[in-house]
């Protein structure tokens, strides 16, 4: 059974640094895997989506990696802004099951202070 | 073009009463997602459809848990007997198809049990 885990839990910055979210499988079977971000009371908009053929995707001042050997993936947000306030989540794409369920990782709550 | 509504965005309901969530995909995709998310956790699978047939429902937590999606479009979970710890926001997605499809997520529905 796939697990993900994110660290850390919680992370706050000044404006303007970089930072790097961190998640981690446990089976490398996975078609996928997506970062999404969450606003608080709000549904998932998704940021990302690598495939497990890629090594990393580019959106703007985000940057997404994938290690499927390792079982690691990393988010790295450039220059931050307060805007960028909201909890991350990651979650993979299983060939395990019929159907490809999401499994999420519990997320990283990240405050952007101005 | 629109994308995954539910309804109702918000359900207060007592201890022991039978609620229905109701999820209206994207036009066109065939395969529909149910997933739960408690406060401060990421989502969890609930049960997956391919068109009106639930391919896996494995992640449904009991048997007061039921979904239905009659003519391959719309979805309804049912929960009957409702309890304080089926509290959470109730999160639909729809893709093209199952398997390795990006999926779409709703604004969810959060369900307070009193």
């Known amino acids: 059974k796939q697990e993900v885990t994110q660290i850390p839990a919680a992370l706050s910055v000044p404006e303007g640094e970089n930072l790097v979210l961190n998640c981690s499988f446990t089976?490398?079977?996975?078609?996928?895997l997506q970062w999404f971000r969450q606003d608080p009371g709000k549904g998932l908009t998704s940021l990302l989506l690598?495939?497990?053929?890629?090594r990393e995707q580019t959106s703007g001042r985000l940057n997404a990696s994938l290690d499927k050997s390792s079982g690691r993936s990393t988010l790295y947000i450039a220059a931050s802004q307060p805007g960028d306030s909201a909890t991350y989540l990651c979650a993979t794409q299983g060939r395990e099951t019929s159907g490809s369920r999401l499994t999420f990782g519990e997320g990283t709550q990240l405050t952007v202070n101005p | 073009g629109a994308g995954v509504s539910q309804t109702p965005s918000n359900k207060v309901t007592e201890k022991g009463k039978y609620v229905e969530l109701r999820c209206d995909p994207i036009s066109g995709h065939t395969a529909l997602y149910w997933y739960r998310q408690s406060l401060g956790q990421g989502p969890e699978f609930l049960i997956y459809?391919?068109?009106?047939?639930?391919?896996?429902d494995s992640g449904l937590p009991n048997d007061r848990f039921f979904a239905v999606r009659p003519e391959g479009s719309v979805s309804t979970l049912k929960i009957q007997r409702t309890e304080r710890g089926d509290s959470a926001v109730y999160l639909c997605?729809?893709?093209?198809?199952?398997?390795?499809?990006?999926?779409?997520f709703g604004p969810g529905t959060r369900l307070t049990v009193t």
């Open positions: 997605a729809s893709s093209f198809a199952g398997g390795p499809y990006e999926q779409y």
């Open positions: 459809f391919q068109g009106t047939g639930a391919a896996d």
């Open positions: 089976d490398s079977a996975i078609y996928n």
């Open positions: 690598i495939q497990s053929s890629q």
